[in-house]
């Protein structure tokens, strides 16, 4: 069962999501919430796959709580403004639902959660990996892709599997695999763990403030406390001058 978390500050716009979700088969409502914070509380205790989740709510917005997560679930957006439909895709997004929509629109983007859920969880096992000189392979989505190892701007891990941002390539290539075994098979001098759910190209680094490293393709990555000494340690060797 695909566990579903509604939330949505309207009561009857709660329900109906809710009610909605009752009636995908695949899906299992773990919590109706009011508020991002009331779903934050739950995430805390139960696993979730996916979050339908409105974004103009009071204690804090739907999109900036989906950014706030570590490791997001499946994302579907059900909102009555139009005006966040770019930035929802931004962050993944896996549909996005204007309000007022009905079961059908709803069905819409329910397949589409099955078929991502599906996709990754169907595999008993870990996809091979089969490197050679600067090439790499992937399964997903029930093919074999090839892929630069250069053009890898960073691999996200999400959970039980990994998105692989590739440059050029308009949407990340989601792989089951663990971040171990890809960090143990990307070449340590041109790739680096900055965060547990962090792989980088150190070519693609732009700068590093903060606690931050900006990447070429514009997105601002965290670095965690446990990568922090070694990826200064590393910084420090390619230092210029003082």
């Known amino acids: 069962m695909i566990r579903c978390i509604a939330i949505d500050d309207e009561p009857l716009a709660l329900r109906q999501i809710s009610q909605y979700v009752k009636n995908i088969p695949e899906f299992e409502l773990v919590a109706s919430c009011p508020s991002a914070s009331a779903a934050r509380k739950v995430m805390e ?16 917005n739907g999109m900036d709580f989906v950014k706030s997560l570590e490791n997001p679930p499946m994302i579907v957006f059900t909102t009555a403004y139009s005006d966040y439909a770019v930035e929802g895709f931004k962050v993944d997004a896996v549909d996005y639902l204007l309000k007022p929509f009905g079961m059908e629109d709803f069905k819409r983007a329910a397949s589409k ?43 996200e891990g999400m959970s039980e599997y990994l998105k692989i941002h590739v440059e050029g390539v308009e949407s990340p290539y989601v792989v089951l695999l663990s971040m171990k075994k890809l960090e143990d098979t990307l070449p340590s001098e041109k790739f680096r763990r900055i965060h547990k759910s962090y792989i980088i190209n150190l070519s693609k680094i732009v700068e590093v403030s903060k ?22 340690e590393y910084l420090e060797s390619k230092f210029l001058g003082r």
Do not use: C, W
């Not at 965690?224 to 990826?231: N, P, Q």
């Open 45 to 60: 205790e139960k696993d979730v796959d996916v979050l339908f989740v409105d974004i103009n709510m009071p204690d804090m």
């Open 211 to 232: 606690n931050r490293v900006l990447l070429s393709t514009g997105e601002s990555l965290p670095i965690g406390d446990t990568y922090r000494d070694a990826f200064n």
């Open 113 to 155: 959660v099955v078929r991502l859920y599906q996709m990754v969880h169907s595999p008993k096992e870990e996809p091979a990996l089969l490197p050679s000189d600067d090439t790499i392979f992937f399964k997903t989505d029930y093919k074999i892709v090839r892929v630069e190892m250069g053009k890898i701007v960073y691999v």
